[in-house]
Every structure is written in C-alpha cells, then in structure tokens.
C-alpha cells in the first residue's frame, strides 16, 4: 500500500493556457516543502499541456485529460499517446464520468485506451463511479466492480505495477450540482473497489492507489481522507484556487500520514 498522498486537479475545460501555467506555477512553489509526500498531479486542457510540463519538469505529474487508442489514424479531432509522449507526457485520465455519460463513451472504449496507454508505459488514471439511479436500487458496488473489470480486465498484474491509478468518483457527486459521498459510504466503496482489484491481480492489487473525487472540499476532505482504504483525493473546483488547494492539502495531509502508521 501506498505511503504517500496521491492529490491533484482536473481542470476540465475552464482553464487556458496562460491561467494553468500561472496555476501550476503557484503550486509548484507552494507545495515545494512537502512534495517528497505527495504524488501530486494536474491535469489541464491539451492546450495547456506543454506549457505546464515545461514549467515545473519533472517536480509535478502532468497528464491528459482523454488519450485516442491508436498510435496513429484517420480519427479528427483526437491527440494519440505519440503526441503526449513527444511533449513529455506519459499520464492520462481515462474514464471520467463526463466522458462516458456526455461524449457517451462506453466500458469498451476506456479498455482500449487502457490496453493503449499500458503499450506505451504510460500511468492511467481510470475512473469508475456509479449513476444516482443505481445507487438507489443497491448496485453502485456491482456497478463499479463490473466497469472495473471491463476497462482493466486486459492488463495483466505486471502491467498494473505503478501503472493504473483508480479514482472513485459517484456520478451523482460530480459538477456543480453534485452531492459528496458521506465518509463511510466512500469507504465502504473504496472496500470493494480495493477487492475487486486484488481479485483481478492479485498482491499487485493491493498496492493500486485509490483515489477519492467528488465534490470535494475544505468541509469535508478531511473527513474522508481519514477513512481506511482511501489514498488520495481527485479533487475539482475546490483545487483550482492555488492557496485554497495548499491549505486542504497541508490539513489532510498529516491526518492520512497518522492513518498510515
């Protein structure tokens, strides 16, 4: 299990250049004390991101937020893992809610960019959550375990090592009209989750990091990142103000250092 705190942002389409560049900026020196016990990540627009990892190096984690499955092809509009790679890039977001509920991407689409992203030795960053509908009639954890198994199943436990981070993010949780998870609920989720991946992968699987995102903020991270099971938090708007970020992070993050003793 990990024993560091996996936190980061993504910015969605809210940020452009200029403005994560002078983010990312501000966090690389806020955050500069404390960074050998985090894994801290940001994830910006495409258009922000060789700017960004021009910035801060390699003192930072970039990623992408969506990744075509081909290296190459007649696919308009989309950025392959050879482009992410040539601007230093090797981290990526696959799965988010709003790309499987809005742009209506499927279980099978996020497996082939999984399987894409492990080609190239790239670390995933799959998100799984269950619809308010299925949280009501008692399957979120079948839910989650089932787009578990369909976007990973191909890996094998080798290529998890270091390499496929999950984020839990409950569909009903996520914009500004979501509701956070209580603690316990959150917990009791990441149980499963944590499960359903040693099942998958064995003593591999017990060592993927699971993150927490939705809806998080000042008021209630603390609360859930001191839950067992829970090694990080995937966090939005509440990221996106540099000073408020460092100041959740500086609270939460001797409360998961004690919690991990």
């Not at 799965?95 to 894409?116: L, P």
């Not at 009501?136 to 191909?154: F, H, I, K, P, Y």
């Not at 009209?177 to 998958?200: N, Q």
């Not at 000042?218 to 939005?236: E, K, T, V, W």
């Given at each position: 299990?990990?024993?560091?705190l996996?936190?980061?942002?993504?910015?969605?389409?809210?940020?452009?250049?200029?403005?994560?560049?002078?983010?990312?900026?501000?966090?690389?020196?806020?955050?500069?004390?404390?960074?050998?016990?985090?894994?801290?990540?940001?994830?910006?627009?495409?258009?922000?991101?060789?700017?960004?990892?021009?910035?801060?190096?390699?003192?930072?984690?970039?990623?992408?937020?969506?990744?075509?499955?081909?290296?190459?092809?007649?696919?308009?509009?989309?950025?392959?893992?050879?482009?992410?790679?040539?601007?230093?890039?090797?981290?990526?977001?696959?799965?988010?809610?709003?790309?499987r509920?809005?742009?209506?991407?499927?279980?099978?689409?996020?497996?082939r960019?999984?399987?894409?992203?492990?080609?190239?030795?790239?670390?995933?960053?799959?998100?799984?959550?269950?619809?308010?509908?299925q949280?009501?009639?008692?399957?979120?954890?079948?839910?989650?375990?089932?787009q578990?198994n369909?976007?990973?199943?191909?890996?094998?436990?080798?290529?998890v090592?270091g390499?496929?981070?999950?984020?839990?993010?409950?569909?009903?949780?996520?914009?500004?009209?979501?509701?956070?998870?209580?603690?316990s609920?959150?917990?009791?989720?990441?149980?499963?989750?944590?499960?359903?991946?040693?099942?998958?992968?064995?003593?591999y699987?017990?060592?993927?990091?699971?993150?927490?995102?939705?809806?998080?903020?000042?008021?209630?991270?603390a609360?859930?990142?001191?839950?067992?099971?829970i090694?990080?938090?995937?966090?939005?708007?509440?990221?996106?103000?540099?000073?408020?970020?460092?100041?959740?992070?500086?609270?939460?993050l001797?409360i998961?250092?004690?919690?991990?003793?």
């Amino acid at each position: 299990m990990t024993h560091k705190l996996y936190i980061g942002t993504n910015t969605k389409m809210f940020q452009t250049g200029n403005e994560a560049e002078a983010y990312i900026r501000r966090m690389d020196e806020l955050i500069d004390d404390i960074r050998d016990r985090l894994e801290f990540f940001f994830i910006p627009s495409y258009t922000s991101l060789e700017r960004t990892a021009k910035a801060v190096g390699d003192r930072i984690r970039i990623g992408a937020q969506n990744m075509a499955w081909e290296d190459r092809g007649q696919f308009t509009g989309e950025i392959s893992p050879l482009m992410l790679e040539e601007i230093g890039v090797r981290f990526v977001l696959i799965g988010h809610s709003e790309r499987r509920h809005v742009f209506r991407e499927t279980d099978k689409d996020e497996a082939r960019k999984i399987r894409c992203a492990a080609d190239h030795g790239f670390t995933s960053l799959l998100c799984v959550g269950e619809t308010a509908e299925q949280k009501d009639r008692g399957l979120a954890a079948e839910s989650v375990v089932e787009q578990l198994n369909l976007s990973a199943g191909t890996l094998s436990p080798e290529e998890v090592s270091g390499k496929l981070w999950i984020a839990y993010e409950p569909v009903w949780a996520i914009g500004t009209a979501g509701v956070p998870a209580g603690a316990s609920y959150a917990e009791d989720m990441h149980g499963a989750i944590r499960t359903a991946l040693t099942e998958m992968f064995g003593a591999y699987g017990k060592d993927i990091p699971i993150l927490y995102g939705g809806s998080v903020n000042p008021s209630n991270a603390a609360d859930i990142i001191a839950r067992r099971g829970i090694d990080g938090l995937f966090i939005g708007r509440s990221a996106w103000d540099p000073e408020r970020f460092d100041s959740i992070i500086r609270e939460v993050l001797p409360i998961f250092e004690s919690r991990s003793e």
